[in-house]
């Protein structure tokens, strides 16, 4: 059990650029979980797998942000033509479907658009 | 609508004094489950707790306990004995039971929690 792994750590864009981040789960979690953490506040919710299936959704998840897991198992969190709200820690967490809310989160990705 | 208050940003105290870390939470579901979690500054979250609302018993675990009551909507959090490495970020969090068709955890704010040697 090597845990959840996020790269980059971190990660400075211009704004207006398209940036990508992946997440590698624990390898037997089917349950695949994208966060976002500003400054001073606590992690909100974006998007959720089991599996590949992508279940849930939040409204914070605008069209510019596409998440994937096409195999089930890494995932990827794109977000295109960036904005300075956008800077924020994106987490990544993951669990199995038979434990639930048993979450291990990554350390995440921290954004930084300039 | 769920909703989770953390209402103290930071806390200080000095090694081994015990502090309490307050959570108030809403929620219109009958059947729903709270959290705590640590954010030490390398920023991964770590799992302490879970508790299910139909629980109400308090529990224990080393230095930590926690103190669940429904009738408040409270779930506070107790260092006993505090030390050094305590010191991060807390979070208590909120989700719907499994089944209710939704996995996601609405977090509060955070205490920030420094213990001074």
């Known amino acids: 059990d090597t845990g959840v792994s996020q790269d980059p750590r971190h990660k400075i864009t211009k704004r207006g650029q398209n940036v990508t981040f992946r997440c590698d789960p624990i390898s037997e979690h089917n349950r695949l979980y994208w966060y976002r953490q500003t400054l001073g506040q606590g992690p909100e919710f974006l998007t959720y797998?089991?599996?590949?299936?992508?279940?849930?959704k939040s409204r914070l998840l605008s069209d510019r942000f596409s998440a994937e897991r096409p195999k089930g198992s890494f995932s990827t969190l794109e977000i295109q033509r960036t904005e300075q709200g956008d800077s924020a820690m994106y987490l990544c967490a993951s669990s199995r479907a038979d434990r639930n809310y048993g979450y291990t989160f990554g350390s995440g990705t921290r954004l930084t658009v300039v | 609508a769920q909703k989770v208050t953390q209402a103290q940003t930071e806390i200080s105290v000095v090694e081994k004094e015990d502090v309490t870390l307050d959570c108030v939470y809403e929620t219109r579901d009958t059947t729903y489950y709270l959290f705590w979690y640590k954010q030490p500054p390398s920023g991964e979250l770590v799992f302490l707790i879970r508790?299910?609302?139909?629980?109400?018993q308090n529990e224990i675990s080393g230095r930590y306990s926690w103190n669940f009551q429904k009738s408040t909507s409270s779930f506070n959090f107790t260092i006993t004995a505090s030390q050094v490495v305590d010191s991060a970020v807390y979070f208590c969090?909120?989700?719907?039971?499994?089944?209710?068709?939704?996995?996601?955890?609405?977090f509060g704010k955070g205490t920030k929690l420094s213990v001074i040697p």
């Open positions: 969090a909120l989700s719907k039971a499994p089944g209710a068709g939704s996995y996601q955890l609405t």
């Open positions: 797998f089991q599996n590949e299936a992508q279940l849930e």
């Open positions: 508790r299910n609302s139909f629980d109400e």
